[in-house]
């Protein structure tokens, strides 16, 4: 199938599936395949249109983000040079909508592990747990359903290179099953009462919390924190800091739960109800700068 996606639809379908806030897709030769759950999906961008096989064009509309009005979005978040300059760079960036159960374990997962750790346990775990898929003769593997981690062992868990996040995910995927948590219902509740519902479960911190609301439940006022927005923080945004916090964040590795509050407010009051936008273009423009 294909859509011609008229000019006012600004996407760029390689920066949003290369900054971090997915991990099962794969570049081959020009064409993009990811699997979402029990589907594979084929998918290339050649100007203004997307070439796509395996879903139907509501899907897609909805996976990509493409009825977010990125214009208005970039009127918003654009509060300074800083920023402006990331929106250029990165133009097109939009914030996809997966699956939340599979995006809940991806950034378990994540948890102290870089892009291509994480992208390596979420393989091993769909290669032993999910059941596989042929597409256009390859062999792909939909991603473990909620039953079926929940009856592992923490012991085979820990065979998929999840290391001490077994136990999280074989406690989350069990309290979720005797629970019938339906994830669903985050959609219609505010951010604060969605992600403290997240934050019961095993392995889910306030950066995971914050990546399942905006990744996955559509929290666009979310703003995950992590080393890369810190840098973002001290090299760009420290004057709205008082000179001991940004000492703090200079002689600290890692956040503490306070401080990471207050990057987070900070986010979330500065750039307004498009946050999570302005943070995943800070997050790509440090990224890239090494």
Same mark, same amino acid.
Request: net charge positive; glycine share 8%.
């Given at each position: 199938?294909?859509? @011609?996606? =008229?000019?006012?639809?600004?996407? $760029? @379908?390689?920066?949003?599936?290369?900054?971090?806030?997915?991990?099962?897709?794969?570049?081959?030769?020009?064409?993009?395949?990811?699997?979402?759950?029990?589907?594979?999906?084929?998918?290339?961008?050649?100007? $203004?249109?997307?070439?796509?096989?395996?879903?139907?064009? =509501?899907?897609?509309?909805?996976?990509?983000?493409?009825?977010?009005? @990125?214009?208005?979005?970039?009127? !918003?978040?654009?509060?300074? !040079?800083?920023?402006?300059?990331?929106?250029?760079?990165?133009?097109? %960036?939009?914030?996809?909508?997966?699956? =939340?159960?599979?995006?809940?374990?991806?950034?378990?997962? +994540?948890?102290?592990? $870089?892009?291509?750790?994480?992208?390596?346990?979420?393989?091993?775990?769909?290669?032993?747990?999910?059941?596989?898929?042929?597409?256009?003769?390859?062999?792909?593997?939909?991603? =473990?359903?909620?039953?079926?981690?929940?009856?592992?062992?923490?012991?085979?868990?820990?065979?998929?290179?999840?290391?001490?996040? +077994?136990?999280?995910?074989?406690?989350?995927?069990?309290?979720?099953?005797?629970?019938?948590?339906?994830?669903?219902?985050?959609?219609?509740? #505010?951010?604060?009462?969605?992600?403290?519902?997240? %934050?019961?479960?095993? #392995?889910? #911190?306030?950066?995971?919390?914050?990546?399942? %609301? %905006?990744?996955?439940?559509?929290?666009?006022?979310?703003?995950?924190?992590?080393?890369?927005?810190?840098?973002?923080?001290?090299?760009?945004?420290?004057?709205?800091?008082?000179?001991?916090?940004?000492?703090?964040?200079?002689?600290?590795?890692?956040?503490?739960?306070?401080?990471? !509050?207050?990057?987070?407010?900070?986010?979330?009051?500065?750039?307004?109800?498009?946050?999570?936008?302005?943070?995943?273009?800070?997050?790509?423009?440090?990224?890239?700068?090494?």
């Amino acid at each position: 199938m294909k859509i @011609l996606l =008229p000019d006012s639809v600004i996407f $760029n @379908l390689d920066c949003t599936l290369c900054c971090g806030q997915t991990f099962r897709w794969e570049k081959r030769a020009v064409w993009w395949y990811g699997i979402v759950r029990d589907r594979v999906l084929r998918i290339r961008q050649t100007g $203004n249109q997307l070439e796509f096989e395996g879903a139907s064009e =509501p899907f897609i509309t909805t996976y990509f983000g493409l009825n977010d009005d @990125l214009p208005r979005v970039y009127r !918003e978040i654009g509060k300074d !040079e800083h920023i402006r300059t990331a929106i250029e760079a990165f133009r097109g %960036l939009r914030i996809l909508r997966q699956d =939340p159960w599979e995006c809940l374990v991806s950034f378990i997962c +994540a948890s102290y592990k $870089n892009i291509a750790a994480i992208r390596r346990m979420l393989h091993e775990l769909s290669m032993k747990y999910g059941g596989q898929i042929r597409f256009e003769g390859y062999a792909f593997h939909a991603f =473990p359903t909620i039953d079926t981690l929940a009856g592992a062992t923490v012991e085979d868990l820990r065979k998929c290179d999840l290391g001490y996040r +077994a136990d999280y995910v074989s406690r989350t995927a069990k309290k979720i099953r005797e629970t019938d948590y339906d994830f669903e219902s985050l959609k219609k509740k #505010g951010y604060s009462q969605a992600k403290e519902e997240l %934050l019961q479960f095993s #392995g889910v #911190g306030k950066k995971v919390a914050d990546c399942v %609301l %905006l990744f996955s439940l559509g929290k666009l006022e979310a703003f995950p924190v992590d080393v890369w927005i810190k840098r973002a923080a001290m090299g760009h945004y420290s004057s709205r800091f008082s000179e001991e916090f940004i000492r703090r964040l200079q002689d600290e590795k890692g956040l503490s739960d306070t401080d990471y !509050e207050k990057l987070n407010y900070f986010g979330r009051q500065y750039f307004g109800s498009f946050a999570v936008y302005a943070q995943e273009y800070l997050y790509a423009c440090e990224r890239s700068q090494g």
